[in-house]
């Protein structure tokens, strides 16, 4: 048994741009049916594991939804933007919910993976300062990483910003064996620019940065800029995974 729910309510949180009104709209013209029964009124209450179909099509009710982009440069992470692309102008038609939006940002120039959910409650306990969802980039630099940066990175960077200095947890940073301007950094935080600013800080500059994982869940690798990719709760739940310092 599921959650018991008005018929309009629930189809209409679970089709983009379909309003209450359009669902009574649908149940009129006999387009709604529930556990094998044409519908005749939107306001009657049904289970969330109900059989609903509408205007031919089966609504599997998702409390939630759960999305894996791989974001490409050139898009911001917001919901509304005057002059630029959001992601959310990313999202195929049959996973756009309203209420989504983003958990946590990249920079308009880094790709990688971004989780859009309408789970407000997940998102912020991913974000809080207190969660240190370990966070894993992939960074080319401008010039050869050294030898340093390990030690330095896991002690924690103290950088400069508009705000002043900042003390940034301890980090861990990885340099390539095949290629010495590449290199792996895992970040339990998110400050504003931080790996472009930690490396910034060593006299070096990122040319190239992607996230390739929050917390346990790696960026789909079929997965082209620019797609998208459900994701179910449980493997959210590994997104959550928590470091203590
Ligand atoms: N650090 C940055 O500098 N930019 C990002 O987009 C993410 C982390």
Redesign the pocket.
Known sequence: MGEKMRLDRLVASQLYGVSRADVKKLCLKKKISVNGRLIARSDIKVDTDDEIYADGKRIVYKKYIYIMLNKPQGFVCSTKDGQSRTVLELVPPELMRSGLFPAG???KD?EGFVLLTDDGELSHSMLSPKSHVP?T?FVRLEKPWQEGYKRIMAEGMTISGDNGKEKCLPAEFTGSAEDPCECTLV?HE?KF?????MFGELGNK?IF?R?TAIGDLPLDEDLAPGECLEIMHKDVESLLTRKSF
């Open positions: 940002r990249l920079d880094t966070k980039y970040l998110g620019h931080q790996v472009k600013r990122v940065l996230r």
